[in-house]
C-alpha cells in the first residue's frame, strides 16, 4: 500500500481534473484493513468531486461491517461484490472461500451501511451449471437491493488452476440466453456484453471510460494505464513492485490502426456504440450487409450492435 502510493503522487502529476472514476479492484481488496486506504484517499481528495464514482470490490468471506463504514466514510460509493453463485456446491467447484448466506449477509451488510450502488458477478457456463441451478441462483439474485450485475462466461486461463481442468468450462448457448433474459425480466438492463444495471445511472462509469477508450490511469502490481497512444504495466511481481513502484515492466506505444480496432472492437460488445467516422469505404459496405440482416442499428452517426453474443465475430466481420 504504501509502495502504491507512492506510484499514485506520480501517476497523479499526469492530470489536473477531477477524477471522473476511480475503481479499485484485484485480487481481492477487502482483504486489506480498511485503514491502510487512509493515505490513498488523503492522496485522491483533490481529485475527487461529486460526480466522481468510486468502486471497490469486495468478496463476501472478508468483508465486514467494520470495513465497508470505513471505505464508506472514506468516499467511496460504489461497491462490487465477487459472489459468483449462491451454490455452495458451485462455489466449492468455483474454488471459492464464502458460501451461499455470506454472499447474501455482505450484500445486505453493505446496503445496511448506506451503499446504494451495489454490484455483484457472477460466472456461469461452468461444468456444474444446470437449468435448476442457474434458476435458483436468479431468484435469489431476484430479492437482494443490487442496481448492477456482471456475468461473467468462465475463461480458462493460463497459470490458474483451472488450467489443469479444463473441462470445467461447458459452454451453453441456451443457457446464456436465459440468464440475461431472467435478468431482463427482473428490470435489469444489458448495456455490454457482461454487464447489467436497473437504469442508466446505475451503469459503471468506470468500465464505459475503458470502452469510450478514455485516458485511465494505472496504479499498483498488476494494473494497466492507458494515456493517450501509450498502455503501460506496472510491474506485476509484489516484491519488485515494493522495491520500485515507478519503473513500467512494459510500455505499448498504440498505433493509429490499435486504437481504431480496439475502439470498434468494445464499441460493439456495449451500449457505447462506434463513431461510423472510424470505419473505412470497404467496411461501410460491409455494415450495410449488416443493417440489411438487422444486426446493428446506426443513429446519429455511431453503430450500435443489436446482439453482443455476436459483437466479437462482428468485429472481425468488419475488420
Ligand atoms: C477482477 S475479478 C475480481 C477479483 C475477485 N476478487 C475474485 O475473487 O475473482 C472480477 C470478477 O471477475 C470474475 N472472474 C474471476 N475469474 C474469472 C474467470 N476465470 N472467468 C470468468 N470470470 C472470472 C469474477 O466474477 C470476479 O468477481
Not at 96 to 116: I, P, Q, W
Not at 173 to 200: C, P, V
Request: hydrophobic content about 35%; proline content about 3%.
Amino acid at each position: 500500500m504504501k509502495a502504491l502510493n507512492t506510484q499514485l503522487q506520480n501517476e497523479l502529476t499526469k492530470t489536473d481534473q477531477p477524477l471522473k472514476s476511480i475503481f479499485i479492484g484485484g485480487g481481492t481488496p477487502s482483504s486489506v484493513e480498511a485503514n491502510l486506504y487512509d493515505e490513498i484517499f488523503l492522496r485522491l481528495i483533490a481529485f475527487i468531486d461529486k460526480d466522481t464514482e468510486i468502486t471497490i470490490e469486495a468478496n463476501p468471506n472478508s468483508t465486514t461491517k467494520e470495513w465497508l463504514t470505513h471505505l464508506k466514510k472514506l468516499g467511496v460509493n460504489r461497491i462490487s461484490f465477487g459472489v459468483q453463485s449462491f451454490n455452495d456446491e458451485k462455489l466449492k467447484f468455483l474454488g471459492r472461500n464464502h458460501d451461499k448466506n455470506m454472499a447474501t449477509n455482505s450484500v445486505n451488510l453493505a446496503y445496511e451501511v448506506g451503499f446504494r450502488d451495489i454490484n455483484l458477478d457472477i460466472i456461469y457456463d461452468t461444468a456444474i451449471d444446470s437449468k435448476k441451478l442457474i434458476k435458483s441462483d436468479l431468484e435469489i439474485i431476484k430479492t437482494l437491493p443490487i442496481n448492477h450485475i456482471s456475468a461473467y462466461s468462465l475463461t480458462i486461463e493460463e497459470g490458474t488452476k483451472f488450467f489443469k481442468k479444463p473441462n470445467s468450462k461447458i459452454e451453453n448457448i441456451e443457457m446464456t440466453k436465459y440468464i440475461f433474459e431472467s435478468l431482463e425480466s427482473f428490470g435489469f438492463i444489458q448495456y455490454e456484453i457482461s454487464n447489467f444495471s436497473t437504469d442508466e445511472n446505475s451503469r459503471s462509469k468506470h468500465n464505459f471510460g475503458y470502452w469510450e477508450k478514455e485516458d485511465y490511469l494505472g496504479v499498483g502490481a498488476g494494473a494497466v494505464g492507458c494515456v493517450g497512444n501509450e498502455r503501460y504495466y506496472p510491474q506485476k511481481d509484489v516484491e519488485k513492485y515494493i522495491q520500485n513502484p515507478l519503473i513500467y515492466e512494459d510500455v505499448e506505444i498504440l498505433d493509429a490502426d490499435d486504437i481504431r480496432f480496439e475502439r470498434i472492437f468494445l464499441g460493439l460488445r456495449s451500449k457505447s456504440g462506434v463513431p461510423l467516422v472510424l470505419f473505412d469505404e470497404k467496411q461501410k459496405e460491409k455494415i450495410n450487409i449488416l443493417l440489411q440482416e438487422d444486426k446493428v442499428t446506426l443513429k446519429n452517426d455511431l453503430l450500435f450492435n443489436n446482439d453482443f453474443l455476436l459483437s466479437d465475430e462482428i468485429a472481425l466481420f468488419l475488420e
